[in-house]
Nanobody, 123 residues
Framework: QVQLVESGGGSVQAGDSLRLSCAAA????????IGWFRQAPGKDREFVAA????????NYADSVKGRFTISRDNAKNTVYLQMNNLKPEDTAVYYC????????????????WGQGTQVTVSS
């Protein structure tokens, strides 16, 4: 079992930055790939970014490439999502999820999910 806790959400203006954190209380956290997904009101949940267990491979949705950066610190059992130049369309609840080793774009392949953190971007 991997328990994930997201933090760092908030309400900002367009163009601002936020850094989300996904923390896990598990010694084997370093063996898990972590993905970030988001769900806006009335929309399906969508992939945002993911990082493999080693941190050497990352994936991004086209809508966030060049603005968001995913990274991890396995010593702190934490994955970060740095979000720069935020846009109103980034408004959503952001979830992190874990799967063994890989970090795919398919949410069905993730085994553990956090409770989500709200990000609101106003114009």
């Amino acid at each position: 079992q991997v328990q994930l806790v997201e933090s760092g959400g908030g309400s900002v203006q367009a163009g601002d930055s936020l850094r989300l954190s996904c923390a896990a209380a598990r010694r084997t956290f370093g063996r898990y790939g972590i993905g970030w997904f988001r769900q806006a009101p009335g929309k399906d949940r969508e992939f945002v970014a993911a990082i493999y267990w080693s941190g050497g491979i990352t994936n991004y949705a086209d809508s966030v490439k060049g603005r968001f950066t995913i990274s991890r610190d396995n010593a702190k059992n934490t994955v970060y999502l740095q979000m720069n130049n935020l846009k109103p369309e980034d408004t959503a609840v952001y979830y992190c999820a874990a799967q063994k080793f890989a970090a795919t774009m398919n949410e069905a392949q993730y085994d553990y999910w956090g409770q989500g953190t709200q990000v609101t971007v106003s114009s």
